[in-house]
T-cell receptor, first 113, second 113 residues
Framework: DAKTTQPNSMESNEEEPVHLPCNHS???????IHWYRQLPSQGPEYVIHGLTSNVNNRMASLAIAEDRKSSTLILHRATLRDAAVYYCILRDYSGGSNYKLTFGKGTLLTVNP | DAGITQSPRHKVTETGTPVTLRCHQTENHRYMYWYRQDPGHGLRLIHY???????DKGEVSDGYSVSRSKTEDFLLTLESATSSQTSVYFC????????????FGQGTRLTVV
């Protein structure tokens, strides 16, 4: 299965941009890059996903390297409510028509007031 | 919010007793997943299902079994609970294609004493 590598933790100040990196050097051509986040005491929630091109939505932006071996989740103005664990995952194709959803340990983002 | 419900939300049980956790969805999604989350380990996949009566193992399946007799229900059973299975369990659902988001339940906190 294709794996991702993220820093264990990062820190940011409120209202400043945050760039959360993810390495996925063994990504296959058909893997989508997904980002989820998990707020304290909650289940993970979807943030954004992409394949090759950069993506924007109301929550964040996703910048994907040209060789697709890395990506960066960008929070344009961090708020205290963005403090969470952020997971970068790849949608694995595990054979036939089956798709696993495998998580790593993620990055714990701390936002300082 | 996506229609996904876990029950019970909290349970305390004794070592050696059987325990069943239920995940119920109203979204008619094909894929359903069970994860456990422990400090320092992130989310680890236990089992997943890609259709009625179609299931497969994840990375930490020992001691767990699952069943899916209906599209909307995915049951996780601990045949004989052990203290090492004390954890927070999350259920997730997704469509078959990898470019769609997954939705998570709120979690079940299981304590085995």
């Amino acid at each position: 299965d294709a794996k991702t590598t993220q820093p264990n933790s990062m820190e940011s100040n409120e209202e400043e941009p945050v760039h959360l990196p993810c390495n996925h050097s063994t990504i296959s051509g058909t893997d989508y890059i997904h980002w989820y986040r998990q707020l304290p005491s909650q289940g993970p929630e979807y943030v954004i996903h992409g394949l090759t091109s950069n993506v924007n939505n109301r929550m964040a932006s996703l910048a994907i390297a040209e060789d697709r071996k890395s990506s960066t989740l960008i929070l344009h103005r961090a708020t205290l409510r963005d403090a969470a664990v952020y997971y970068c995952i790849l949608r694995d194709y595990s054979g036939g028509s089956n798709y696993k959803l495998t998580f790593g340990k993620g990055t714990l983002l701390t936002v300082n007031p | 919010d996506a229609g996904i419900t876990q029950s019970p939300r909290h349970k305390v049980t004794e070592t050696g007793t059987p325990v069943t956790l239920r995940c119920h969805q109203t979204e008619n999604h094909r894929y359903m997943y069970w994860y456990r989350q422990d400090p320092g380990h992130g989310l680890r996949l236990i089992h997943y299902s890609y259709g009625v009566k179609d299931t497969d193992k994840g990375e930490v399946s020992d001691g767990y079994s699952v069943s899916r007799s209906k599209t909307e229900d995915f049951l996780l059973t601990l045949e004989s609970a052990t203290s090492s299975q004390t954890s927070v369990y999350f259920c997730a659902i997704s469509e078959q294609v990898p470019n769609t988001e997954a939705f998570f339940g709120q979690g079940t906190r299981l304590t085995v004493v």
